[in-house]
Protein backbone atom coordinates (compact mmCIF):
# COMPACT_ATOMS: atom_id res chain seq x y z
CA UNK A 1 0.00 0.00 0.00
CA UNK A 2 1.27 3.62 -0.68
CA UNK A 3 1.71 5.29 2.43
CA UNK A 4 1.72 8.64 0.27
CA UNK A 5 0.25 9.60 -2.30
CA UNK A 6 1.17 12.52 -4.32
CA UNK A 7 -1.75 14.50 -3.07
CA UNK A 8 -1.21 13.81 0.23
CA UNK A 9 2.92 14.45 -0.12
CA UNK A 10 2.19 17.83 -1.23
CA UNK A 11 -0.57 17.95 1.22
CA UNK A 12 2.06 17.28 4.46
CA UNK A 13 5.10 19.27 2.36
CA UNK A 14 2.57 22.31 2.40
CA UNK A 15 2.20 21.94 6.06
CA UNK A 16 6.02 21.17 6.88
CA UNK A 17 6.62 24.41 4.98
CA UNK A 18 4.00 26.47 6.72
CA UNK A 19 5.19 25.21 10.46
CA UNK A 20 9.10 26.53 9.58
CA UNK A 21 7.47 30.35 9.65
CA UNK A 22 5.02 29.79 12.23
CA UNK A 23 5.86 27.69 15.84
CA UNK A 24 2.27 27.74 16.92
CA UNK A 25 1.08 25.84 13.52
CA UNK A 26 -1.43 23.23 14.69
CA UNK A 27 -2.90 21.56 11.41
CA UNK A 28 -5.36 18.99 11.50
CA UNK A 29 -3.61 15.42 10.99
CA UNK A 30 -3.77 14.82 7.10
CA UNK A 31 -2.99 10.62 7.24
CA UNK A 32 -3.68 8.11 9.64
CA UNK A 33 -0.95 4.78 9.26
CA UNK A 34 -1.48 1.92 11.15
CA UNK A 35 -0.03 -1.65 12.33
CA UNK A 36 -3.30 -3.82 10.91
CA UNK A 37 -1.66 -6.73 13.22
CA UNK A 38 -1.36 -4.72 16.55
CA UNK A 39 -2.14 -1.43 17.96
CA UNK A 40 0.70 1.09 16.08
CA UNK A 41 -0.80 3.81 15.03
CA UNK A 42 0.35 7.34 13.52
CA UNK A 43 -1.47 10.58 12.78
CA UNK A 44 1.16 12.51 10.68
CA UNK A 45 0.79 16.19 9.79
CA UNK A 46 3.54 17.06 7.77
CA UNK A 47 6.73 16.13 6.19
CA UNK A 48 9.91 17.86 6.37
CA UNK A 49 10.37 20.05 3.40
CA UNK A 50 14.04 19.39 3.39
CA UNK A 51 13.90 15.46 3.88
CA UNK A 52 11.07 13.97 2.84
CA UNK A 53 11.79 10.87 4.75
CA UNK A 54 10.84 12.71 8.01
CA UNK A 55 7.62 12.61 9.19
CA UNK A 56 6.27 14.94 11.70
CA UNK A 57 2.94 14.05 14.12
CA UNK A 58 0.96 11.79 16.94
CA UNK A 59 2.95 8.23 17.57
CA UNK A 60 1.40 5.63 19.57
CA UNK A 61 3.27 2.51 19.18
CA UNK A 62 0.51 0.50 21.44
CA UNK A 63 2.63 1.15 25.07
CA UNK A 64 0.41 3.15 26.67
CA UNK A 65 2.75 6.43 26.33
CA UNK A 66 1.49 8.48 23.21
CA UNK A 67 3.87 11.13 22.03
CA UNK A 68 4.05 14.23 19.53
CA UNK A 69 7.74 13.17 17.37
CA UNK A 70 9.16 12.70 14.11
CA UNK A 71 8.97 8.76 12.07
CA UNK A 72 11.03 7.41 8.92
CA UNK A 73 8.94 6.96 6.42
CA UNK A 74 11.50 4.72 5.08
CA UNK A 75 11.20 2.89 8.55
CA UNK A 76 7.61 2.17 8.13
CA UNK A 77 7.44 1.26 4.88
CA UNK A 78 10.25 -1.68 5.25
CA UNK A 79 8.15 -3.00 8.58
CA UNK A 80 7.19 -6.78 6.99
CA UNK A 81 4.36 -8.46 9.21
CA UNK A 82 2.42 -11.82 9.27
CA UNK A 83 5.96 -13.25 7.35
CA UNK A 84 5.84 -10.40 4.97
CA UNK A 85 2.53 -10.50 3.33
CA UNK A 86 1.37 -6.89 5.17
CA UNK A 87 2.80 -3.80 5.87
CA UNK A 88 2.14 -0.66 7.53
CA UNK A 89 -0.77 0.42 6.30
CA UNK A 90 -2.70 3.87 5.64
CA UNK A 91 -6.61 4.37 7.07
CA UNK A 92 -8.37 4.67 3.36
CA UNK A 93 -11.49 6.25 4.93
CA UNK A 94 -10.16 8.05 8.09
CA UNK A 95 -10.38 12.31 8.12
CA UNK A 96 -8.80 13.86 11.41
CA UNK A 97 -11.83 16.46 12.92
CA UNK A 98 -9.30 18.06 15.06
CA UNK A 99 -6.08 20.08 15.17
CA UNK A 100 -2.92 17.55 16.29
CA UNK A 101 -2.51 18.95 19.60
CA UNK A 102 -6.66 17.96 20.64
CA UNK A 103 -5.58 14.24 19.42
CA UNK A 104 -2.47 14.29 21.69
CA UNK A 105 -4.09 15.39 24.64
CA UNK A 106 -7.05 13.02 24.16
CA UNK A 107 -4.46 10.34 23.65
CA UNK A 108 -2.41 11.15 26.94
CA UNK A 109 -5.77 11.22 28.88
CA UNK A 110 -6.80 7.19 27.28
CA UNK A 111 -3.08 5.88 27.11
CA UNK A 112 -3.92 5.39 23.00
CA UNK A 113 -5.18 7.48 20.16
CA UNK A 114 -8.88 7.72 20.24
CA UNK A 115 -11.12 8.89 17.65
Known amino acids: ?3 ITPELRRLLLANGEASRDNPHFD ?10 CGAATWL ?3 LHPDDE ?7 DLGLGTPEIGVVSVREL ?3 RLMGG ?3 IERDLYWTA ?7 ARLA ?8
Open 53 to 59: DLAYGLC
Open 97 to 103: NKPLSEY
Open 85 to 87: ALG
Open 27 to 36: PHPVVKWFNP
Open 77 to 79: YSI
Open 44 to 46: ITK
Open 1 to 3: MEL
Open 108 to 115: RLAGRIVD
